[in-house]
C-alpha cells in the first residue's frame, strides 16, 4: 500500500520541497539517474555501450506549463542527438520523450504543440541516425499520445509506442499496434490509476503484461519487453524461441540502476538489452515513482530523512 500513497503524497508541493533540497534524495537519485547535464549522459551512454548494452535516453521533465519550457526540453533532444552522432554514440543509443514535457496538457493547442515538438526530435533523431520512442503517462493522456504516435508514424514509421499493461484498454491497443515493424515497448504501468480503468493487483497486471507480450510476439512486432520481473523476463525468452526470434529481433529493457547485474548477465547470453537512462535536473517525478515500485527504496529514504 505504501506505493499508492507515495504517488499520492508526491502531488503534495510540501513533500516535493522536502524531497527536492534534501541532502539525503542526493544519494539515492544519483543510482536512477545519470546525472544533470547532456554531457554526464553521454558519458553515461558511453559507460554502457562498452558493456555491451543499448541505451534509450529520457531528458528529465513532464507536466510541462509553459510553451518556452517545452521548446527547451525540445532544443535540449536535438542537442543531445547532435552530440549522439557527432561522438558516434548514435547506433547504440535512442530517445525517449515524454509527451507532456513537449506540452500535450498546454491549454489552447497543447496537442498539436506537442505533437509538432516530437516531428522536430523525429527529424533530428533521422538525421543522427536512430529512433524515438514516446513514453506512456497517466490514462488520461493515452487516446491523445497515441493519435500522436499515428501521426509521426506516417513521416516515422519507427517511432515506438508504450502500452501499461494494467489498463484495461491496453489489451486492444495491443493489437492494434502489433504489425510487423512496429516497435511497442511493453510496460506494467507506473501510475496511480482508479479501478474504473486499471487492473489493482500485481496477480493481474502481471497476467495482462503475459497476454500482451504473446500478441505482441505472435503477430509480428518488435517487443520491447520493458521490465525488471524476472518471471516475464523468462516468458519473453520462451515466446522469443516459440516464434523464431533471435536475440536482436526483440529486446529486454529495464531501468538505469536497476537489476545491472541481470542486463549483463542477459547481454552475455546474446540477447540485446537496452537501459533506459534518465538525465536532467528535473528529476522528482522520475525518482517519485522509482521509489514507490519498491518498499525498500521507500524504507531506506525515509530511515535517511529522520536520521539527519
Ligand atoms: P515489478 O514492479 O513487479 O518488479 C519486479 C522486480 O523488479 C522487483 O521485485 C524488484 O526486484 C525489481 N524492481 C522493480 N522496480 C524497482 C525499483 N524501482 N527499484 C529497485 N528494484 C526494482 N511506466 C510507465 O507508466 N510509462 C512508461 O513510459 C514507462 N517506461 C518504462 C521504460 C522502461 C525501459 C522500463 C523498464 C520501465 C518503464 N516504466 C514505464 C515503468 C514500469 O511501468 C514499471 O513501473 C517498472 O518497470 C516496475 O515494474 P516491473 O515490470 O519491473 O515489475
Given at each position: 500500500?505504501?506505493?499508492?500513497?507515495?504517488?499520492?503524497?508526491?502531488?503534495?508541493?510540501?513533500?516535493?520541497?522536502l524531497?527536492?533540497?534534501s541532502?539525503?534524495s542526493?544519494g539515492?537519485?544519483?543510482?536512477?539517474?545519470?546525472?544533470?547535464?547532456?554531457?554526464?549522459?553521454?558519458?553515461?551512454?558511453?559507460?554502457?555501450?562498452?558493456?555491451?548494452?543499448?541505451?534509450?535516453?529520457?531528458?528529465?521533465?513532464?507536466?510541462?506549463?509553459?510553451?518556452?519550457?517545452?521548446?527547451?526540453?525540445?532544443?535540449?533532444?536535438?542537442?543531445?542527438?547532435?552530440?549522439?552522432s557527432?561522438?558516434?554514440?548514435?547506433g547504440?543509443?535512442?530517445?525517449?520523450?515524454?509527451?507532456?514535457?513537449?506540452?500535450?496538457?498546454?491549454?489552447?493547442?497543447?496537442?498539436?504543440?506537442?505533437?509538432?515538438?516530437?516531428?522536430?526530435?523525429?527529424?533530428?533523431?533521422?538525421?543522427?541516425?536512430?529512433?524515438?520512442?514516446?513514453?506512456?503517462?497517466?490514462?488520461?493522456?493515452?487516446?491523445?499520445?497515441?493519435?500522436?504516435?499515428?501521426?509521426?508514424?506516417?513521416?516515422?514509421?519507427?517511432?515506438?509506442?508504450?502500452?501499461?499493461s494494467?489498463?484495461?484498454?491496453?489489451?486492444?491497443?495491443?493489437?492494434?499496434?502489433?504489425?510487423?515493424?512496429?516497435?511497442?515497448?511493453?510496460?506494467k504501468?507506473?501510475?496511480?490509476?482508479?479501478?474504473?480503468?486499471?487492473?489493482?493487483?500485481?496477480?493481474?497486471?502481471?497476467?495482462?503484461?503475459?497476454?500482451c507480450?504473446?500478441?505482441?510476439?505472435?503477430?509480428?512486432?518488435?517487443?520491447?519487453?520493458?521490465?525488471?520481473?524476472?518471471?516475464?523476463?523468462?516468458?519473453?525468452?520462451?515466446?522469443?524461441?516459440?516464434?523464431?526470434?533471435?536475440?536482436?529481433?526483440?529486446?529486454?529493457?529495464?531501468?538505469?540502476?536497476?537489476?545491472?547485474?541481470?542486463?549483463?548477465?542477459?547481454?552475455?547470453?546474446g540477447?540485446r538489452v537496452?537501459?533506459?537512462?534518465?538525465?536532467?535536473?528535473d528529476?522528482?517525478?522520475?525518482?517519485?515513482?522509482?521509489?514507490?515500485?519498491?518498499?525498500?527504496?521507500?524504507?531506506?529514504?525515509?530511515?535517511?530523512?529522520?536520521?539527519?
Amino acid at each position: 500500500m505504501l506505493g499508492p500513497a507515495l504517488l499520492a503524497a508526491s502531488r503534495s508541493p510540501r513533500v516535493r520541497s522536502l524531497v527536492s533540497t534534501s541532502r539525503v534524495s542526493r544519494g539515492l537519485v544519483d543510482r536512477f539517474v545519470a546525472g544533470e547535464s547532456a554531457s554526464d549522459a553521454v558519458a553515461a551512454v558511453r559507460a554502457l555501450t562498452e558493456r555491451g548494452l543499448a541505451v534509450t535516453i529520457d531528458h528529465l521533465g513532464e507536466d510541462t506549463t509553459e510553451r518556452a519550457q517545452a521548446e527547451a526540453t525540445r532544443d535540449a533532444y536535438t542537442a543531445l542527438l547532435g552530440r549522439l552522432s557527432d561522438e558516434g554514440l548514435a547506433g547504440s543509443a535512442e530517445v525517449s520523450l515524454k509527451l507532456s514535457a513537449l506540452g500535450q496538457a498546454l491549454s489552447g493547442g497543447g496537442s498539436s504543440f506537442a505533437l509538432e515538438n516530437a516531428r522536430v526530435i523525429c527529424a533530428a533523431a533521422r538525421d543522427a541516425g536512430t529512433t524515438v520512442t514516446l513514453d506512456m503517462e497517466d490514462h488520461t493522456t493515452v487516446e491523445s499520445t497515441l493519435a500522436i504516435l499515428r501521426t509521426l508514424r506516417a513521416d516515422f514509421p519507427w517511432v515506438g509506442a508504450v502500452v501499461q499493461s494494467c489498463l484495461y484498454r491496453t489489451e486492444a491497443d495491443v493489437r492494434d499496434l502489433a504489425h510487423p515493424g512496429s516497435r511497442v515497448r511493453l510496460v506494467k504501468g507506473a501510475y496511480r490509476e482508479p479501478r474504473t480503468v486499471a487492473h489493482t493487483s500485481k496477480a493481474e497486471v502481471d497476467s495482462a503484461y503475459r497476454r500482451c507480450l504473446a500478441v505482441l510476439f505472435a503477430q509480428g512486432a518488435y517487443p520491447m519487453v520493458a521490465t525488471h520481473d524476472q518471471s516475464m523476463i523468462e516468458a519473453a525468452t520462451r515466446l522469443a524461441a516459440h516464434h523464431g526470434r533471435s536475440g536482436d529481433d526483440y529486446e529486454l529493457q529495464m531501468l538505469y540502476g536497476i537489476r545491472t547485474a541481470e542486463q549483463e548477465r542477459q547481454v552475455g547470453m546474446g540477447r540485446r538489452v537496452r537501459v533506459y537512462l534518465p538525465y536532467g535536473s528535473d528529476w522528482y517525478g522520475y525518482f517519485m515513482r522509482r521509489l514507490a515500485e519498491r518498499p525498500a527504496n521507500v524504507a531506506f529514504f525515509l530511515r535517511g530523512l529522520v536520521s539527519r
